[in-house]
């Protein structure tokens, strides 16, 4: 799977219409990505299991089984914390966030600089709430 940026590269570089056309059809494999599916992948990639998500996440049992099944959105403080609990890389959070239509981590805010970091050395949940809160902001449990 292509990143925004490989995408972006891509686009930058199409001369023609016919070239447009090509790029616009590769597409389709991305129009149906879904937040679940794409989550589930990489939580089996990384080798964690739900129940290890659940008892690592930080959130609670039913709401976190809901959101891994489908039938609740998380909300982004969420969504990090599922990222933190199967060891996502930074790219792939990323990427899980804008599925879901919450934002990326934005490196010039100090909280998402200090989630960025979390990510980028594998913090479990609690290691970044305990640095989120030596430094004065919200923890991901607010």
């Not at 972006?8 to 447009?20: A, F, P, R, S």
């Not at 996440?57 to 039938?71: D, F």
């Not at 989630?115 to 449990?141: F, G, H, M, P, W």
């Amino acid at each position: 799977m292509k990143t925004t940026n490989d995408l972006m590269n891509v686009l930058n570089n199409i001369d023609d219409k016919e070239g447009l056309n090509e790029y616009l059809n590769g597409l389709e494999k991305y129009k149906d990505l879904d937040a679940i599916k794409y989550y589930d992948t990489l939580r089996k990639e990384h080798g964690v299991s739900k129940s290890d998500v659940v008892k690592s996440s930080g959130i609670s049992r039913t709401y976190c089984y809901q959101i891994l099944n489908g039938t609740r959105k998380p909300g982004r403080n969420n969504a990090i914390s599922l990222c933190l609990a199967s060891h996502l890389t930074l790219v792939e959070s990323l990427r899980y966030l804008e599925i879901l239509q919450l934002g990326i981590l934005y490196p010039k805010d100090i909280r998402d600089s200090l989630i960025i970091y979390a990510i980028n050395r594998q913090y479990s949940v609690q290691q970044t709430n305990e640095l989120l809160y030596s430094k004065n902001e919200a923890t991901l449990d607010d």
